[in-house]
């Protein structure tokens, strides 16, 4: 089946650490995100890739970075920059072109900062 | 950039009674809605969306309207069951210049909906 895939499912960091978050999918979908969400504010964006090669910051990237060498994968890195990276983290794919679809969401990566 | 708010923030319902979910998004040019179920520990799941070309839509037990004039879309669930109790969040996007797929979505804030038995 077709699907994607973030893991791990709960990582732990210490302070000054960078952790990077794996994010792979098999929907054949150009475009993938990187959302985090905390407790009653939803799910803020934090970056985003329409195509290999190229991505954009979202609205909280200050402290993250990622990659997208392959359709397939859009790895995101925790530096120890960002002061406050408890969260959970979800990535999403979708299809693009001339209409808009809807996302499909990986699992989740909980990420405590110890 | 684009806003979404999204109320209410929780929601209690009993089993069988009807549940609404009311967001405004600011951007005008919006033109894709989303509605999004997610449950505890898991990634959000598409349940609905509805673009602006159309009023209303409906799938079984569930349906979405859609205002372009006033700027928000609901999300209506009829005949509510404990499997229901999630949390629900709404998003826009609009399509980019050119016809190519902007895509970005922008959510609302969650709706934390509990069904009692």
């Known amino acids: 089946d077709g699907g994607i895939t973030q893991s791990p499912k709960y990582l732990f960091r210490k302070e000054g650490q960078n952790v990077t978050l794996s994010c792979e999918q098999n929907?054949?979908?150009?475009?993938m995100y990187w959302y985090r969400q905390d407790p009653g504010q939803g799910l803020r964006l934090i970056y985003y890739?329409?195509?290999?090669?190229?991505?954009q910051k979202g609205d909280i990237a200050e402290g993250y970075s990622v990659s997208r060498e392959k359709k397939e994968s859009f790895p995101l890195t925790v530096t120890s920059a960002q002061k406050n990276p408890t969260a959970f983290y979800l990535c999403?794919?979708?299809?693009?072109?001339?209409?808009?679809?809807?996302?499909?969401f990986g699992s989740g990566t909980r990420l405590t900062v110890v | 950039g684009e806003n979404v708010e999204q109320h209410p923030s929780t929601l209690s319902v009993q089993e069988g009674d009807s549940a609404v979910i009311k967001c405004t998004y600011s951007?005008?040019?919006?033109?894709?809605f989303p509605w999004y179920k997610q449950e505890l520990g898991k990634g959000p799941q598409l349940i609905i969306d509805?673009?602006?070309?159309?009023g209303e839509k409906k799938d079984q037990r569930i349906a979405v309207t859609l205002n372009k004039t006033a700027k928000h879309f609901s999300l209506h669930i009829t005949e509510t069951q404990p499997e229901d109790s999630a949390v629900y969040f709404c998003?826009?996007?609009?399509?980019?210049?050119?016809?190519?797929?902007?895509?970005?979505?922008?959510f609302g804030q969650g709706t934390i909906l509990t069904v009692h038995p």
């Open positions: 999403a794919s979708s299809k693009s072109g001339t209409a808009n679809y809807g996302y499909t």
């Open positions: 929907l054949n979908h150009d475009a």
């Open positions: 890739s329409q195509i290999v090669n190229d991505f």
């Open positions: 951007d005008s040019a919006s033109n894709y």
């Open positions: 509805i673009r602006s070309n159309v």
């Open positions: 998003a826009a996007s609009m399509q980019g210049a050119g016809g190519t797929s902007y895509g970005k979505l922008t």
